[in-house]
Every structure is written in C-alpha cells, then in structure tokens.
C-alpha cells in the first residue's frame, strides 16, 4: 500500500540509482586493467544488443510516436552525451580527478536555470536549493583535498575549464531528455544515447591504429572478466532514468534525485571497501541526502 503512495518517477528513479551506484563501484574496479573507452565499448555494445530486441518489441506492438521536437531532442541529447564524455576523459587525462570531479558535480544546477527557458517547466525554489546541497555534496564526497584550494593551484587550466564545460553539457542532456521523453518512448531514447557513446568510443580505440592489435586483446579479454554484466547494468540503468525523465514533473528533480546514487557510492567505497575519507565522505552524503528530500518534496 506505500508503494501506491510513492510516485512512479520516484520509484524508477530509485532504481536507477541503485543501477548507478552498482555501476560506478563496478567500472571502477574494471578500469584498474583497462582504459576508459576500452570500459565503454564493452558496456555500450552488451546494451545495445539488449537494447535492440525491446526497440523491435516496442516498434511491432506500439508504433512509434513522437514529434518533431521530441525526435530532434532525441538526436541532439545522443550527440551530447557523447561530446560530454570525451570532455570528462580529455579533463581526467590532463587533471586528477580530486580536481576534475568536484568540478563536474553542479550539471542540476544547470539544469534548474536552463529548464524553465527551454521546457516551459516551472522548478520551484526548494528543488533549486536541492540541486544546489546535491551539487556541493557530490564536491565534498568527490574531493580528497580542499576542493577550492586544489582547482586555484590546479596545474593544467585547461582541465579545469573541461570540466566546469561538463556541467553545461549534462546540465542540457537533462533538459533535452525531459523534453524527448515527453513524446518518444523512452526505450528508442535510450538506444540512441547508447548507440552514439558506443559509437563515438569505437571511434576513439580506432584512432589509435598502432595499438589496435594490443587492445582488441584486452576488449576479449574484458568481455570475458565481465561477462556482460556492465551491459546490464547500463541497460537498465539508463532506461530507468529515461522513464524518470519522462514521468518527473521536471528534469531537475529528476537530475537531483540521481544523485543519491552517490551516497550509495560512499557507503560502499567508504564502510564496505575500507577506502578511508570517512568523515568527509559521510558529511557529503548528508549534504547529497537533504538535497535529494528537498528535490523530491519540491
């Protein structure tokens, strides 16, 4: 009977976040032996087979629906999710990432500004104040050392810039999947986002021509270690979160509510991983945590 009480946007939200944070703790430890769009394509392809059967499914039983605007968001959010993560690995390759994270930790607080321009959507203060707790949480969590301290001493600029850019980048794809998933089936939403990253990571691994022989090795031999589980994660993962954009009264509430996935993270790295930065870790949580209450009652 408290089931039927919780919204479903919150309840796919929910699940999403439990995906993630499983996700994030489990590429993690994968790219200790392999680099990050070597974990992609891994991920992306495993997706998009499971993806590809659903689309059929959908196509055959329900048609495709959709307008213009939800087709060009559509497109125009697969494109970006792909410009986005060659920005987060560009910014990660030049910085480390107690200094690359915090700094990509504010993309709700983007999205909060630019919804309303672009969605018509009204986002009231408490889920702006929410987005805001939930951004300097994940900073607080994300950070090894003082966070302000660390990006005025950064030693590459340009890293930080790529960062601070990821923030806009994410902070649209929210938008843009609030508004695809108003009239395309989330299911084909998916797909194109997973097919575009996939598509864009194959393309990195190939530009790098004289290491191809020494990397379709380690893609077997990841393909083995995980045993497709990346890609099930990723599947349902991501179309979890499209139902929640779609079902959220805005993106931005949606965007906060995705970030209890990383107080899920703190626990796992921090108490059952032993990794330390217990005390920092645990007070961003709660920033994270009070933020998220305040975007869902928002």
């Not at 939200?13 to 790219?31: D, E, F, H, I, P």
């Not at 910085?95 to 983007?110: G, H, I, R």
């Not at 995980?226 to 009264?249: K, N, S």
């Not at 970030?259 to 032993?274: D, F, K, N």
Request: net charge positive.
């Amino acid at each position: 009977m408290v089931v039927a009480s919780v919204p479903f946007w919150v309840l796919t939200g929910s699940l999403a976040v439990v995906a993630r944070a499983v996700m994030n703790t489990y590429q993690k430890r994968l790219l200790e032996d392999a680099s990050e769009s070597e974990v992609l394509v891994v991920r992306d392809t495993v997706a998009l087979g499971l993806f590809l059967p659903v689309v059929a499914l959908t196509a055959v039983s329900q048609g495709f629906t959709g307008t213009t605007r939800g087709v060009a968001a559509t497109v125009l959010t697969g494109l970006l999710n792909v410009i986005g993560a060659f920005m987060m690995f560009a910014a990660l390759s030049r910085e480390d990432a107690s200094v690359v994270l915090p700094l990509t930790s504010v993309s709700p607080v983007v999205t909060s500004l630019i919804e309303p321009l672009v969605r018509g959507t009204t986002v009231p203060p408490t889920v702006v104040v929410g987005a805001v707790l939930s951004g300097c949480g994940a900073a607080v969590v994300n950070s090894r050392t003082n966070t302000l301290q660390s990006v005025v001493h950064s030693s590459d600029t340009t890293a930080v810039v790529l960062a601070l850019s990821v923030n806009l980048v994410f902070g649209v794809t929210s938008t843009l999947d609030g508004i695809a998933t108003t009239t395309v089936s989330p299911v084909y939403v998916s797909t194109v986002i997973v097919l575009f990253v996939g598509t864009g990571s194959v393309a990195r691994l190939q530009r790098a021509q004289s290491r191809w022989p020494a990397q379709r090795d380690r893609l077997r031999a990841l393909y083995r270690a995980d045993r497709g589980l990346l890609g099930i994660l990723q599947f349902g993962g991501l179309a979890a979160t499209l139902f929640t954009f779609g079902a959220a009264p805005s993106a931005t509430q949606a965007s906060v509510l995705f970030r209890a996935s990383t107080v899920l993270v703190v626990i796992v790295a921090s108490v059952g991983l032993g990794e330390g930065y217990l005390r920092r870790r645990a007070a961003g949580a709660t920033l994270i945590a009070v933020g998220v209450a305040l975007g869902i009652a928002g």
